[in-house]
Structure formats: C-alpha cells, structure tokens
C-alpha cells in the first residue's frame, strides 16, 4: 500500500514538474511485453545496475515482502526501466538526480554506483546528483555529498563494498565500476 502513497503521489507531482519545464512530445502509450517479458527484462537490468550487490538485494527486499521483489523487478525494472526510448545510463542520470532530490540515500549510493557501473562518466553522475540535491534542501545537499564522497572511495578502493564477484570489463576486480575516462582516477570530493 505505501507504493500507492509515497510512489504515485512523487510521480504525479513529478510528470507535473517535468511537463511544465520539459514542453514537448507527450507520452503516449505502451502495451508492449507481458509478464514472462518484464521478468527476464527486469531481471537482466538488475544485474547490470545492482552487479555482484543483486545477490544480497533481492533476498533482502523479498524479506521486506514477498509481492515486493517480484513487483521491483517486474515493473520497476522490466517493464518501466527495460522500455525503449531513453537509454540505460540517461534512465540511471534521471534516477540519480530523483533520488538525490528525494534524500533517499540508501537507494541513492546504489544507483550512482549503478550509473557508473553501466557507463555514465563520474562527471555526468556528479551533475545529476547536483542537479538532485538542488531541488531538495539542506538535509537533500548533505546527503549528495556524502554519497558522492562514499562513490569516489568505492572507486579509489576498487570495490563496492556490496559483493566479490567480478562483472567483467568495465568494473574492477570487485565488481565497482572502473573510473570513466576523463574522470581521473579519483573522483574529488564534492559540495553540493
């Protein structure tokens, strides 16, 4: 029940905002997929975002709720995050600033890890996560910096902290993600 009162109310108020600033192409429609789809789809997101962390996540959200883990990565992740149109990393950049926004910051550590895991540049994660903590107030400020401050560790150690199984090329051996080209090899601390 608590979707229907945290999440549709954010996202209501949040299409709002975006039609308002964002004036263009309204959305229109899916009704691509079925169940067994968004499983696999939603599914194949998850490790990509989450990496070696999947394995300690699912269960624990499960634990929240049997329907919980199901509904994350059925919708959540399938059928809302797996759709065509805006890319991986964009969907993970809007994440970002959302949750920085919101001060969500367990979710928040996650999916900066996750954006850098599928490839955004520490740079464009750093913006999205200014551009979050912008919209939100004091306490929504220091929560970007202390994760930010967290994801240049996770880089400079080269782990997540989350897991030690290796995802392959573009992560370090503990499965973090290596530091986007350009980005030097250790993100600065940043003030948001």
């Known amino acids: 029940m608590l979707v229907l009162y945290a999440g549709f109310p954010g996202a209501l108020e ?44 699912l269960p624990a959200v499960r634990a929240l709720h049997p329907d919980l883990e199901r509904w994350m990565v059925e919708h959540g992740y399938g059928r809302v ?31 900066v890890l996750g954006a850098l895991r599928v490839g955004a540049p520490a740079a464009a994660v750093e913006e999205a996560l200014a551009i979050g903590a912008r919209a939100g107030g004091a306490r929504e400020r220091a929560t970007a910096t202390r994760t930010w401050a967290r994801a240049a560790r996770y880089i400079r150690e080269g782990s997540t902290r989350e897991g030690s199984a290796s995802e392959g090329s573009g992560t370090t051996r503990a499965g973090a993600p290596a530091a986007s080209p350009g980005a030097g090899p250790h993100p600065k601390p940043a003030r948001f």
Request: charged letters at 30%; hydrophobic letters at 40%.
């Open 14 to 57: 949040g299409l709002r905002l975006l039609h308002r600033e964002w004036p263009g192409p309204r959305p229109r429609r899916t009704r691509e997929g079925d169940v067994a789809t968004w499983r696999r789809r939603g599914a194949s997101l998850c490790r990509q975002v989450y990496g070696p962390a999947i394995a300690k996540l």
């Open 81 to 111: 995050l797996a759709r065509p149109g805006l890319g991986l990393r964009d969907r993970e950049l809007v994440t970002v600033a959302a949750l920085a926004a919101l001060g969500w910051e367990r979710q928040l550590v996650s999916h």
